[in-house]
């Protein structure tokens, strides 16, 4: 068991639902990452919060839209996806966004886009 | 062009038979290369750091090593449980701040009993 948990594990939407993915850690890490990743594929990132502030955005379209509530918490708002963004969607934490520091993922939602 | 290449893409060994995966990075600045394990459905498992050329580190079977230009991990002895894709992972300096990791496409290792 991973100590970043996500939820749902598996998430089926339409295109033009609304629906949030969850991330949690306990470890008290003040830098917390989204990534996608595609099938056969690295992971790419999307969002980077440090210290609850986003630092980071990848150029992601605004369908996607990121949340840090509080220290422990990451939670990615999703509208209007299209079927090119079904993914594993992986949550990742680290103590800073500082050198060296490792990051560790949870195990991720499995989106499918009908 | 690639900054974090690895090699093989895919490496099938029999139980006990010791190989080497292979990570070279072109990135300047390093600031940690990263060894992961991702089994098929999960999240990446975080294996290990490397934080300067020279440095070696080991966990159960499996031994990493860094030079200024490349990581190996080295596996002694595989067993099944071991067959999993291994992603290697660097960290530049970035401006002194926010620095990403960039992964490499990784190799799937299979090891047949």
């Known amino acids: 068991d991973t100590e970043v948990t996500q939820t749902p594990k598996h998430l089926v939407m339409g295109m033009t639902n609304k629906k949030s993915l969850k991330c949690e850690q306990h470890m008290g890490h003040r830098a917390m990452y989204w990534y996608k990743q595609k099938a056969k594929k690295p992971p790419e990132l999307m969002f980077v919060?440090?210290?609850?502030?986003?630092?980071i955005n990848e150029s992601v379209p605004s369908r996607f839209s990121p949340e840090c509530p509080n220290s422990s918490l990451l939670n990615l708002h999703l509208h209007a996806l299209q079927p090119e963004d079904s993914a594993l969607y992986l949550c990742?934490?680290?103590?800073?966004?500082?050198?060296?520091?490792?990051?560790?993922f949870g195990d991720g939602t499995r989106l499918s886009i009908l | 062009e690639d900054q974090v290449t690895q090699s093989p893409e895919a490496l099938r060994l029999q139980e006990g038979e010791s190989s080497s995966l292979n990570c070279s990075y072109t990135v300047s600045g390093l600031r940690g290369l990263f060894w992961y394990r991702q089994d098929p459905g999960k999240g990446p498992e975080f294996l290990f750091t490397?934080?300067?050329a020279g440095e070696e580190k080991e966990k159960e079977r499996l031994k990493a090593t860094l030079t200024k230009k490349e990581s190996f991990l080295h596996i002694t002895a595989p067993k099944p449980e071991d067959s999993a894709t291994y992603l290697c992972a660097v960290k530049q300096d970035y401006g002194g701040s926010q620095g990403n990791l960039i992964f490499g496409k990784g190799t799937k290792l299979s090891v047949k009993p």
């Open positions: 490397l934080y300067s």
């Open positions: 919060y440090s210290y609850e502030k986003l630092s």
């Open positions: 990742a934490s680290s103590l800073t966004t500082g050198d060296y520091q490792p990051q560790h």
